[in-house]
């Protein structure tokens, strides 16, 4: 019975951080300022969250001088910027205020084009549960954890522009 109440009580205090975060990351001056001083080739391409949740990061880049190529596209490195943040935000989330702090890296990243990236592109990543649980577990073995997360690009019309998957490390601080 106190197992289940702490644990409903210990989820509790994880939405709740994750809806603080949630309210810093997506209000857009701070936003703004963030990929300013953290991701300044983020803040210039135009990076912006559409939507996030727990659950889920929906991530956009529109097509403007500053990030297209010579072939009349988005540049495949922003396309790549946009999806990593997709799951970033979402990993960023998982670990906001938490005790012990835990650290996170990209340690590999793979990425596939299917279509010319025209206009606005849309990066979901729906990884959300899956981020917290290996999150979980680092902390609780108190051993580095990895997980590939995967972010789908389509473009205004719903087509598959591209799509790429980021194996991210968890890792506990050392105090």
Not at 4 to 13: D, P, V
Not at 97 to 121: N, Q, T, W
Request: charge should be positive; proline fraction near 3%; aromatic fraction near 14%.
């Amino acid at each position: 019975m106190w197992g289940n109440f702490i644990f409903k009580i210990y989820i509790l205090s994880m939405h709740s951080s994750f809806q603080i975060f949630k309210s810093h990351i997506t209000h857009p001056i701070t936003f703004r300022l963030f990929l300013l001083q953290k991701l300044p080739s983020a803040f210039f391409a135009g990076v912006r969250i559409a939507l996030l949740t727990q659950q889920q990061a929906v991530v956009s880049v529109n097509k403007k001088w500053f990030n297209k190529n010579p072939f009349g596209s988005i540049y495949f490195a922003i396309l790549s910027m946009a999806a990593e943040v997709s799951t970033g935000v979402l990993c960023m989330g998982a670990l906001y205020k938490r005790k012990p702090a835990v650290s996170m890296l990209v340690v590999k990243s793979e990425g596939h084009f299917y279509k010319k990236a025209i206009g606005k592109i849309l990066f979901t990543c729906n990884d959300g549960e899956a981020i917290s649980m290996a999150v979980e577990e680092t902390i609780a073995n108190n051993t580095p954890t990895t997980i590939t997360c995967h972010s789908v690009g389509k473009n205004e019309g719903g087509e598959l522009v591209a799509e790429f998957y980021f194996t991210w490390s968890f890792k506990v601080k050392n105090a």
